[in-house]
């Protein structure tokens, strides 16, 4: 069994936390440990590495190599992980996680809890974009690395917890130059958007280096959005009904062709297709870790339910079975076409829950055609592709940013392994067994205090 050696130095803040019932086996970023004797798996390698050991140097993985050739500083600490799997860190690259009070009451460390150490969050509000990424702030210790849109544009306000209306050209220009001082690292873009501010939202956000994502205005159509650089399309335009027929012979080739050749992403988002189209079914409404969701969540999400299973008929609620089941076929043939795919969940979104609902997405990418492996890839490496951050994140290699996942079996054998966490490394800090526990039941909050000076 996998345990912290004893008789590991007890630095004076470690006995502290410890006399103080805190985080008792949680180190501080800037401490040094050892991963020792473990498996690794991640998206390089096609068979795990056994065997292996990974020295933690403050946020980095210092170094990896076969048992008994690191040489750790003495007094580094050792956590024994005979049997154990070491992946990188996941990331669910669609989320609404962004909007109060999810983030001050500490839900973001759900994501955590559950091995995902980094969100794209793709909708949510303006102000906790800014005091989020206002200059200076440090991330929470148990919040994941946020990639973020800020509000959606779209010419109505859908949400006002997401979403933002923009009708001219000249209100988009206005909206993106706000959108990109409040610090996003993205723009989003909504189905309704008229092609003309399509446009020049495509143009502002160039200008500001920033890319663009999201739903494909119904005005212009995936090929030609792909054609003019939009970098990741989300749900493969299901409200819509799906861009093509995979049944129908050649009727989605060209369209695939283009994603694949100008790499432009795709995440189908199953899990909250699924849900929307399986309200009546106990297996989406009693997930796993639903007990967690915070009690406000869950009674949006219950209202919402019983509406639309109050508002559909049998009829209806089988029209909308079929077209989930026609969205699977869909991400099954993007799959199979070789179009690069990130795993996004919609967290925030019906029964689709922080951290837990990524793991029902990576089931349903397998289910579609991915193998585990594959899937763990998408998660991981995949999803540092596409930021362009393969560099720092994405495998267990010596240099690069120390999140990664510790579980008790092998994911790229069966995906469902990766919700088995031992531990999470997020950063360079360990969370362990226990203290992911305290995690799912009492998150920290996250600070975000001060706000972003406004730019010249
Ligand atoms: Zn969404």
Redesign the pocket.
């Known amino acids: 069994m996998a345990s912290w050696r004893q008789g590991y130095r007890l630095s004076t803040l470690w006995i502290l936390a410890a006399a103080a019932g805190l985080a008792a086996c949680r180190p501080a970023a800037d401490e040094a440990f050892l991963i020792r004797d473990v498996t690794i798996v991640d998206g390089r390698e096609s068979t795990p590495l056994s065997g292996m050991s990974v020295l933690v140097e403050g946020n980095r993985i210092a170094s990896v190599g076969p048992v008994g050739s690191l040489r750790p500083p003495p007094g580094t600490r050792v956590f024994e992980a005979g049997g154990l799997y070491l992946a990188p860190g996941l990331w669910d690259m669609?989320?609404?996680a962004l909007w109060e009070p999810f983030v001050s009451d500490g839900s973001l460390a759900l994501f955590v809890a559950n091995g995902v150490t980094g969100i794209r969050d793709?909708?949510g509000e303006l102000e906790v974009l800014r005091r989020l990424k206002a200059p200076g702030r440090e991330r929470g210790e148990a919040e994941p690395r946020i990639v973020a849109s800020g509000p959606w544009l779209n010419v109505e306000e859908l949400d006002s917890r997401?979403g933002m209306a923009v009708v001219t050209p000249a209100e988009a220009l206005r909206a993106v130059a706000a959108i990109a001082e409040a610090g996003a690292d993205f723009i989003k873009v909504y189905l309704q958007l008229p092609r003309e501010v399509f446009l020049a939202v495509l143009q502002e956000a160039a200008a500001r280096g920033l890319p663009v994502a999201g739903h494909v205005p119904i005005e212009v159509g995936a090929q030609k959005a792909a054609e003019l650089g939009m970098r990741s399309i989300?749900?493969m335009q299901a409200e819509i009904g799906g861009y093509c027929n995979p049944e129908e012979t050649g009727d989605c080739v060209s369209l695939f062709e283009t994603f694949r050749r100008l790499r432009t992403w795709q995440t189908p988002?199953l899990v909250?297709r699924r849900n929307r189209a399986h309200l009546e079914d106990p297996a989406v409404v009693e997930a796993p870790g639903l007990e967690f969701a915070p009690a406000y969540l869950r009674e949006e999400w219950e209202a919402v339910r019983t509406l639309r299973l109050e508002s559909m008929d049998a009829e209806e609620l089988d029209a909308v079975r079929g077209r989930f089941a026609a969205e699977g076929r869909l991400a099954a043939a993007l799959i199979r076409a070789g179009v690069p795919i990130l795993a996004?969940s919609?967290a925030?979104?019906l029964y689709c829950l922080a951290g837990f609902s990524l793991h029902e997405e990576l089931a349903l990418l397998v289910e579609a055609g991915m193998s585990a492996r594959e899937a763990l890839r998408t998660a991981t490496l995949g999803a540092a592709e596409y930021l362009g951050l393969e560099d720092s994140l994405g495998t267990v290699e010596a240099g690069k940013l120390a999140d990664l996942i510790l579980l008790e079996a092998d994911p790229s054998e069966n995906i469902a392994n990766a919700r088995r966490l031992r531990a999470v490394v997020l950063g360079g800090r360990l969370f362990d067994r226990p203290a992911l526990d305290r995690l799912l039941s009492a998150p920290d909050s996250v600070e975000l205090r001060g706000s972003r000076e406004p730019e010249e």
Request: negative net charge; aromatic residues 0%.
């Open positions: 669609h989320t609404h793709m909708g997401a989300e749900h988002t909250v996004g919609d925030g979104d």
